[in-house]
């Protein structure tokens, strides 16, 4: 059998194994299927107008040419730390938008080529850093929480130590 058989096969016999395994210790499996799917879909439902408002926030920012306003006014301090100006895009979009990144990351790499440093820098940013936005309003959205406190400012913290240290990394192991 090849990989890509067993790997085809991995989710059916995982499924099947968790049924069983159900089975003989007298869980109520259908029932519980049931149940959680019922839960999944309410919170899907709950999370649904935040997401919603994500991704408005988002088409917005890139529309009115609010990005292109926020990228002119952080260039000088972007050009302090040695980021490239063409980088700003990704590092705002990356923490609201995953879509976005990908797209931005896809224009960048048309533009000037994966190999190049710039490339590699957008590489290395994406791959190391969270849709920010997205994941706080998926688990605080399902757990219900309203106290963020710490978390964003952390997590953008963490974001931007991302951007410097991709282009860090870049210009030190090209």
């Known amino acids: 059998m090849t990989a890509a058989g067993a790997g085809a096969l991995a989710v059916p016999?995982?499924?099947?194994?968790?049924?069983?395994?159900?089975?003989?210790?007298?869980?109520?499996?259908?029932?519980?299927?049931?149940?959680g799917a019922r839960e999944g879909l309410s919170t899907g439902v709950r999370l649904?107008?935040?997401?919603?408002?994500?991704?408005?926030?988002?088409?917005?920012?890139?529309?009115?040419?609010?990005?292109?306003?926020?990228?002119?006014?952080?260039?000088?301090?972007?050009?302090?730390?040695?980021?490239?100006?063409?980088?700003?895009p990704l590092a705002l979009l990356r923490p609201v938008s995953g879509s976005g990144a990908s797209a931005y990351t896809a224009a960048l790499f048309q533009q000037f080529g994966p190999d190049s440093q710039l490339g590699k820098m957008a590489s290395v940013l994406s791959a190391s850093t969270e849709t920010t936005f997205y994941a706080v309003a998926v688990y605080f959205g399902a757990w219900q929480g309203r106290r963020l406190g710490?978390?964003?400012p952390a997590a953008l913290l963490g974001d931007m130590v991302a951007l410097v240290g991709s282009v860090a990394a870049v210009k030190l192991f090209p």
């Open 150 to 152: 710490i978390t964003i």
């Open 48 to 88: 649904l107008p935040t997401l919603v408002g994500l991704v408005l926030a988002v088409t917005v920012a890139q529309t009115s040419g609010l990005l292109e306003l926020v990228c002119s006014l952080g260039e000088p301090l972007a050009q302090a730390f040695g980021v490239p100006k063409e980088l700003l």
């Open 13 to 35: 016999v995982l499924v099947c194994g968790i049924l069983v395994y159900g089975y003989v210790k007298g869980v109520p499996v259908f029932q519980s299927f049931l149940t």
